[in-house]
């Protein structure tokens, strides 16, 4: 069992990879792209959804990968993808180039990211009794990238504060770590290379397709997850800026969001095994509504950490919800197909979320604002995804 849960931990270097670093480091690092550059907030929210856009190409190239080259060898030339075009984003301050940068990480991310999960999940069929916990595990490493970016990103943006576009800095530091987490994949990539599982229903012969109208109520549930959860991720940091937080107290916030995120696999993990229907991604997204809002409706300080807190100990297990409900309810042979439908509309909802806020936030309101149509979002998704039924 020592080695499994070993595996599933090397394998969450690429989550963090995919989403924490590639992604989510975006966030903090905005503020100063955006007084540097004048960026208005829709252009800044523009950059999130061109990143977003690029997840939902790969999501859809994802599935023809997978079945040519498997899902180890996806994962690594993905998880090495990633860190290059976070290090094109340094030689660049024109928009055009900035955007087709973070359009491209936004594909490779997705190579990452399903392809671990896909992973993530035969390890957890290993292991039965814990793979709720395993799923968890591996999603949970988005919280290790947020957690170090919370640290490395306020240093590095201090250490090159006197530099002309001192920011390009910390985008080739980012680039830095991924490749070296990238590394670190090959190990459970090789090993998880030997595992293989059914491409056919036993006996039959037949492929196994994913029915997209028996998961109707899910998909649109977590469609409205893509839409409400990246305004947040994307201008929560500059939103406490604006209030007045300073550098540490941003860094304390992003940091314990981060932490949080790890230990999430442990605090949902039960919730994950127990239900086989929309159950489990309804009460996750209810909850991820009630911390996006906070931050909009106050400005103290504690409440604005448990915002932090409660964020991150939910969100990527409302990611996790979808690969355990897609374990619970169909074949080993319809996994990845499965993985790929979420992860299509999850990034289709990531299209529309930042550029919406963006523009929300430019008029009057502001960026509180914003999140509060985030929120709907959210609990308009919990709905949803309640009605969703075992199959």
């Not at 856009?53 to 998880?79: D, I, N, Q």
């Not at 090993?191 to 293989?196: L, V």
């Not at 109520?217 to 839409?227: E, I, P, R, S």
């Not at 999430?264 to 009460?283: F, M, T």
């Amino acid at each position: 069992m020592r080695h499994i849960w070993l595996q599933a931990l090397l394998l969450s270097l690429g989550a963090a990879v995919s989403l924490g670093i590639t992604r989510f480091a975006y966030g903090l690092l905005l503020p100063a792209m955006r007084a540097d550059l004048a960026w208005s907030y829709t252009l800044a929210g523009g950059m999130n959804t061109a990143n977003a856009l690029g997840y939902f190409v790969g999501a859809l190239m994802t599935p023809k990968l997978l079945a040519r080259w498997g899902a180890s060898t996806v994962l690594v030339v993905g998880a090495f993808l990633s860190s290059i075009f976070m290090a094109l984003s340094g030689f660049f301050i024109e928009t055009d180039p900035l955007l087709l940068q973070r359009f491209l990480a936004g594909v490779a991310s997705a190579l990452v990211f399903i392809a671990g999960g896909l992973l993530a999940a035969r390890l957890g069929a290993q292991a039965p009794s814990r793979s709720g916990f395993l799923i968890g595990l591996y999603y949970g490493g988005t919280g290790f990238g947020i957690a170090l970016s919370a640290v490395l990103v306020p240093w590095a943006l201090d250490a090159s504060s006197t530099q002309l576009h001192g920011w390009r800095w910390v985008w080739w530091l980012l680039a830095l770590v991924c490749l070296l987490a990238s590394a670190a994949l090959v190990i459970p990539a090789r090993a998880m290379a030997r595992f293989t599982v059914p491409t056919t229903q036993a006996g039959t012969g037949a492929p196994v397709h994913f029915r997209w109208r028996a998961f109707g109520y899910a998909l649109a549930g977590y469609t409205l997850f893509g839409v409400g959860y990246i305004g947040y991720m994307t201008f929560v940091v500059a939103l406490l800026r604006e209030q007045g937080s300073s550098a540490v107290e941003v860094t304390v916030f992003y940091a314990l969001l981060g932490l949080a995120v790890v230990a999430s696999s442990r605090i949902w993990a039960g919730l994950l095994d127990r239900h086989r229907s929309g159950r489990a991604l309804a009460i996750l997204n209810g909850l991820l509504g009630v911390a996006t809002i906070l931050p909009a409706l106050t400005q103290s300080w504690p409440v604005v950490l448990g915002s932090g807190l409660l964020f991150g100990g939910v969100f990527l297990s409302v990611v996790a919800s979808t690969t355990a409900l897609v374990r619970h309810n169909l074949p080993h042979a319809a996994w990845a197909a499965g993985i790929s439908a979420f992860t299509i509309v999850f990034a289709a909802g990531q299209i529309i979320g930042p550029t919406v806020v963006g523009w929300i936030a430019d008029g009057p309101g502001g960026l509180a604002r914003g999140l509060v149509y985030s929120a709907l979002a959210l609990w308009l998704g919990a709905v949803l995804a309640w009605r969703q039924p075992a199959l």
